[in-house]
């Protein structure tokens, strides 16, 4: 089975914090993803790698980066969290492809920025 | 542009009542991707299925079944003799290479799904 683990299930920081959100995947899997999930708004795609030190801006890139060293670890960080990045945070991961695979999905990390 | 839209916010239904979650999409491209997923309580989306843009065949699975038209953009998803276990969130989704080479993955809002012992 596809496991995809997140470092964290619940996170709460202050505003003007760095924040790193972890994810790690076990089965070998070229592409990476991180979404937020928001009420009424669905999932929005912020960043995706499909390689190792490769990433593609998602829809919603603003005020996030990320970095991928090892092709099973991909870290989504918030530079100076602020109020309105307060939202859960998905990672995914599929088999290279392009689009064609589906994703499989961590538990998620709802992170609150007070 | 790329858009998917389910339309039906929550359902409720009683045990054993059939349901369907209604999905349309939109996209220019001739190859694409939909997907449903389902979130259940604990918070893990689990993927359900998947159908590329030239197979229109619909498809069963035990008590689910897809419907894919692409006349009407719709990929239907219907449940069957529904249990409290179906109760969940779904998403439908959409994946294709966009105009710049880069690929899109969109997802639509989703619909709570309450099923009534």
């Not at chain 1, 708004?41 to 490769?54: A, E, H, N, T």
């Amino acid at each position: 089975d596809v496991k995809v683990t997140q470092s964290s299930r619940y996170l709460v920081k202050r505003t003007g914090e760095k924040v790193f959100l972890e994810c790690v995947q076990d089965m070998d899997h070229e592409n990476m993803f991180w979404y937020r999930q928001d009420p009424g708004l669905g999932l929005r795609l912020i960043y995706f790698s499909y390689d190792v030190k490769m990433k593609e801006k998602g829809d919603i890139p603003e005020g996030y980066s990320v970095s991928r060293e090892k092709k099973e670890r991909f870290s989504l960080i918030l530079e100076s969290a602020s109020t309105n990045q307060t939202s859960m945070y998905l990672c995914a991961s599929s088999l290279a492809g392009g689009s064609s695979y589906e994703q499989y999905f961590g538990p998620g990390t709802r992170l609150t920025v007070t | 542009a790329q858009k998917v839209t389910q339309a039906q916010t929550e359902i409720s239904v009683v045990e054993k009542e059939d349901v369907t979650l209604d999905c349309v999409y939109e996209t220019r491209d001739t190859t694409y991707y939909l997907f449903w997923y389902k979130q259940p309580p604990s918070g893990e989306l689990v993927f359900l299925i998947r159908r590329n843009s030239f197979d229109e065949q619909n498809e069963i699975s035990g008590r689910y079944s897809w419907n894919f038209q692409k006349s009407t953009s719709s990929f239907n998803f219907t449940i069957t003799a529904s249990q409290v276990v179906d109760s969940a969130v779904y998403f439908c989704a959409l994946s294709e290479v966009g105009a710049s080479g880069t690929y899109k993955y969109i997802f639509g809002t989703g619909t709570r799904l309450k099923v009534l012992a």
